[in-house]
């Protein structure tokens, strides 16, 4: 026998043992996943005790017979990557990894997370997002990026550990319509600070854009059969300011950009009343032929459209087509709040007449809580802000309501008198009840 080999032999499978159990005894850091803080809160968590330690050998496999979920790990990939440092790459895969990665699945085949739902699972080797569709792995995402430490969010590189708490999360929304309103009409917020809204909205699950495309002081969206409307109302804005606008192209843009996001627009073109930017951007509009000067001011309810006008409803059709013809989603909002220069008598035809218009271009008609004084039709939705007379008004002609009450849900209103920024008008909103 030969001694030499056979103690080299044994050595050799001495230090590999030694290597095996040093690897699976690697210690991790004990984490408690029921004391971390998620918005908004899920539907259940429990957790394990330990983590799940991501570093630059994470590997982001998705499941490779869904096309949208290398878009989605690619995703996540970007996110990770500025303030780790870490370039991980994304590989889809027929089966679940094993160790040392995230891995992304629409084979959850679980009917109570329904569309948007999702199980994330971690464990010290592998973290499992689980959904029925993309938009579920999307928000299991938005959850992910929130356990690990806030200096995540950096644009610079910061120094980990990067550590997740493990245990499994179940989370599906309350609510179908998640929205939240950007103003661009008063103030105008360019391209890429839409974007940026957008990437903060989703990362609460936000799963609506509503664009207040035009006011008094704006109109921000490219309608090719009526130029003025941009080169003129497009102008300005509150205080005086340069303004601008969205060219369709742009505007198409937003709208995918938003829906890589899970995120729905829906463009808001406010009549007949907060019409001063069109009003001055074309004559016709007004009843007396003239076109007033450009507002920017902060009052309301001064304007209307010209409601018994055959050329008010050309107008609104041009926009309406050509708005729709450049927006997936299903809904048009067609404002109506505050006409307090339109009579009722007139507020009335119109607001029928706009909802054929909005129908006959394949979409459904939502508008504020006042359109609920005209005959509404069954899959028109009235927008609840500040009447809860009207909102009852549509609730009893079997119509839908969204709930954005001014005096809970506005985002620009001061916590209380001491605050130094924001508005009252609708209220002082403390956090603890909003």
Not at 94 to 123: F, H, M, Q, V
Request: hydrophobic share 40%; net charge negative; with cysteine.
């Amino acid at each position: 026998m030969n001694f030499h080999k056979t103690n080299t032999a044994r050595l050799a499978a001495a230090f590999l043992a030694a290597a095996v159990l040093l690897f699976s005894c690697e210690k991790r850091t004990p984490k408690d996943l029921l004391q971390e803080s998620i918005i908004p809160v899920p539907v259940s968590m429990t957790a394990t005790g330990s983590s799940f330690a991501l570093t630059k050998k994470t590997t982001i496999y998705v499941q490779d017979s869904v096309a949208d979920l290398t878009k989605t790990g690619q995703y996540l990939a970007h996110l990770l990557s500025p303030a780790t440092g870490f370039e991980l790459p994304v590989k889809a895969t027929s089966k679940a990894p094993r160790s040392k990665a995230i891995y992304l699945t629409t084979a959850a085949g679980d009917a109570e997370l329904g569309g948007e739902g999702y199980e994330l699972t971690i464990t010290e080797d592998l973290i499992t997002v689980a959904a029925n569709a993309p938009a579920g792995v999307f928000y299991g995402i938005q959850t992910l990026r929130q356990l690990l430490p806030p200096s995540i969010e950096s644009d610079s590189v910061q120094a980990g550990p990067w550590e997740i708490a493990t245990g499994t999360i179940r989370d599906y929304p309350a609510y179908s319509y998640r929205g939240a309103m950007l103003d661009v009409a008063r103030h105008f917020f360019g391209v890429d600070g839409v974007k940026r809204y957008v990437d903060l909205a989703a990362a609460y699950k936000i799963n609506v854009l509503h664009l207040h495309l035009s006011d008094d002081q704006g109109w921000r969206i490219e309608i090719k059969s009526w130029p003025e409307l941009t080169a003129i109302g497009g102008s300005t804005e509150v205080g005086g300011t340069e303004g601008g606008f969205y060219t369709q192209e742009q505007y198409k843009d937003l709208v995918q950009y938003a829906a890589d996001r899970q995120m729905t627009v829906i463009p808001e073109i406010d009549m007949p009343g907060h019409t001063n930017a069109a009003l001055a951007s074309y004559a016709g509009l007004n009843c007396n032929d003239k076109a007033p000067a450009l507002y920017t001011g902060t009052d309301v309810g001064f304007s209307t459209l010209c409601t018994d006008r055959e050329i008010t409803y050309k107008f609104i059709g041009n926009v309406v087509s050509e708005l729709a013809a450049i927006t997936p989603g299903p809904y048009i909002h067609i404002g109506g709040d505050e006409s307090h220069s339109t009579p009722l008598k007139d507020y009335i035809p119109f607001i029928n007449v706009v909802q054929d218009i909005v129908a006959s271009n394949g979409k459904q008609m939502i508008g504020w809580d006042e359109i609920s004084h005209a005959t509404l039709k069954s899959g028109t939705i009235a927008q609840v802000w500040a009447s809860p007379e009207n909102a009852k008004r549509a609730a009893d002609q079997g119509v839908k309501l969204i709930m954005s009450p001014a005096n809970k849900c506005y985002l620009d209103m001061q916590y209380d008198s001491t605050t130094q920024w924001g508005l009252h008008w609708a209220a002082y909103i403390e956090l603890d009840s909003a």
